[in-house]
């Protein structure tokens, strides 16, 4: 029989004004949007987000299916964002959905769109919102006019007042490429991340470079460049102050402008599909699932580290100084290191907490401190697992 799915599609034509869309002067959300924006701008800073690139991509692995993780957004209403008020699974659908009515030959850039969001599951988590969803931006430079709230919601930032931060290019070179710029800390960086660990075979789009066209005439090889839009889709489909804006360009390098175009694709139906015209996502799952199971199957990894542990250590470093022992029930011992000045993001995965999630859900440790607002720590814990 006919697909079901085929029934819901966004009706982009009667949606309301593109003016309305992203609107941070006024409106029904207003004052959660700005909480939301200026803790977030107040924290998202170089020594934070190296500790989180250091603590949610080295350490132990939950293991869930894509749907799973989807569905689990049912939980979660985004608190940066002006236009909704519903569960984020609700726009993942609606994201898909206006792609495939436009692009119904790209069944990779319709997943693109279901999934785009899914690493806010780190909110359901115990992160706190601010350092999971919103705009991104650079850390280590100039923070550009273009972002949200950029002159109320800065002041208390510490990068602010360094003046190593304060220059267009801060601690970057001219045209170094996006991929190696560090971005505000959330869900883009973290699922790109899990789509690379899990090999997930979104497609990557080859150019077509010198080699092809002049190789075999010169009779050697010439660099291969390989784009992938759909992972440049996810890791910087927040990043409005450069796609929406034209600001850090000065950072990007000739990869980066031959995505542009795409992640801007993907912009429109990210942004002008949030109605409150409900997809029914019963009817939709099927034809999503076999997306799924093409391109991101079976039972992913998903790097989790457990909050209320991070807590304990740093409650512990400020009680009893540099080092103790602790017994996680259901982990190996641990040593506790306290490192000066940050994380460096090249620790190896052997460097964190040991066990697995199972174990965690079966001794529920004791909820320690607040994961929500309050300015990052200033050292870096680090739990060593010596295999015990």
Same mark, same amino acid.
């Given at each position: 029989?006919?697909?079901?799915?085929?029934?819901?599609r966004? /009706? +982009?034509e /009667?949606?309301?004004?593109?003016?309305?869309y992203?609107?941070? *002067?006024?409106? %029904?959300?207003?004052n959660?949007?700005?909480k939301?924006?200026? =803790?977030?701008?107040?924290?998202q800073t170089?020594?934070?987000?190296?500790?989180?690139?250091? *603590?949610? !991509?080295?350490?132990?692995h939950?293991?869930m299916?894509?749907m799973?993780a989807?569905?689990?957004?049912?939980?979660? =209403?985004?608190e940066s964002?002006p236009?909704v008020?519903f569960?984020?699974?609700?726009?993942?659908?609606q994201?898909?959905?206006g792609?495939?009515?436009e692009h119904?030959?790209?069944?990779?850039?319709?997943?693109?769109?279901?999934?785009?969001d899914?690493?806010?599951?780190? @909110?359901?988590?115990?992160?706190p919102?601010?350092a999971v =969803?919103?705009?991104?931006?650079?850390?280590?430079?100039?923070f550009? /006019?273009s972002?949200?709230?950029?002159?109320?919601?800065?002041?208390?930032n510490?990068?602010e007042k360094?003046?190593?931060?304060?220059?267009e290019?801060g601690?970057?070179?001219p045209?170094?490429?996006?991929?190696?710029?560090?971005? #505000?800390?959330?869900?883009?960086e973290?699922?790109y991340r899990?789509?690379?660990?899990?090999?997930?075979?979104?497609?990557?789009? $080859?150019?077509?470079s010198?080699h092809?066209?002049?190789g075999? @005439?010169?009779?050697?090889?010439?660099?291969?460049?390989?784009n992938?839009?759909?992972?440049?889709?996810?890791?910087?489909?927040?990043f409005?102050p450069?796609h929406s804006?034209?600001?850090?360009?000065?950072l990007? /390098?000739?990869?980066?402008?031959?995505?542009l175009p795409w992640?801007?694709?993907?912009n429109?139906?990210?942004?002008?599909?949030?109605?409150?015209d409900l997809p029914n996502?019963d009817?939709?799952?099927?034809?999503?699932? #076999?997306?799924?199971?093409?391109?991101c199957?079976g *039972?992913?990894?998903?790097? $989790?580290?457990i909050?209320?542990?991070?807590?304990? *250590?740093?409650? +512990?470093?400020?009680?009893?100084?540099?080092?103790s022992?602790?017994?996680?029930?259901g982990l @190996?011992?641990?040593?506790l290191e306290? !490192?000066?000045?940050g994380?460096t993001?090249?620790?190896?995965?052997?460097e964190c $907490?040991g066990?697995?999630? #199972?174990?965690?859900? @079966?001794?529920?440790?004791?909820?320690?401190?607040n %994961?929500?607002?309050?300015?990052?720590?200033?050292?870096?814990i680090?739990? $060593?697992?010596?295999?015990l």
């Open positions: 029989g006919p697909d079901p799915s085929l029934a819901y966004p /009706n +982009l /009667n949606s309301k004004e593109k003016e309305e992203r609107n941070f *002067v006024d409106g %029904s959300l207003f959660r949007v700005f939301t924006y200026s =803790v977030m701008h107040t924290n170089v020594d934070f987000v190296q500790q989180k690139h250091t *603590v949610w !991509t080295h350490c132990n939950s293991q299916g894509m799973d989807i569905m689990s957004l049912d939980q979660l =209403v985004d964002d236009d008020d569960p984020n699974s609700f726009h993942a659908f994201t898909a959905e792609i495939r009515k119904p030959d790209k069944d990779w850039f319709q997943l693109v769109g279901l999934i785009h899914v690493g806010k599951i780190l @909110a359901l988590w115990d992160e919102q601010w =969803v919103g705009d991104t931006f650079p850390v280590g430079c100039k550009q /006019n972002i949200v709230f950029r002159e109320s919601t800065f002041q208390d510490p990068d360094n003046p190593k931060y304060k220059t290019y601690i970057y070179e045209n170094c490429g996006l991929d190696k710029v560090l971005m #505000s800390w959330g869900h883009d973290y699922l899990v789509i690379k660990f899990n090999n997930c075979s979104i497609p990557e789009e $080859v150019r077509e010198l092809e066209v002049i075999p @005439a010169v009779g050697r090889q010439v660099g291969v460049y390989v992938s839009k759909g992972l440049y889709m996810i890791r910087f489909h927040s409005y450069w804006h034209g600001d850090y360009t000065h990007c /390098n000739h990869k980066d402008l031959q995505m992640v801007k694709e993907f429109k139906f990210d942004l002008y599909t949030k109605t409150t996502v009817e939709l799952r099927p034809y999503y699932q #076999s997306l799924i199971d093409k391109y199957p *039972v992913l990894q998903w790097q $989790v580290v909050k209320i542990w991070q807590e304990i *250590v740093h409650l +512990l470093s400020r009680l009893i100084g540099d080092c022992l602790i017994c996680v029930p @190996a011992a641990q040593t306290q !490192t000066e000045g994380a993001g090249n620790e190896s995965p052997d $907490v066990g697995n999630a #199972s174990d965690l859900r @079966a001794h529920p440790p004791h909820r320690l401190g %994961s929500g607002v309050g300015n990052p720590t200033s050292r870096y680090r739990l $060593v697992n010596h295999g």
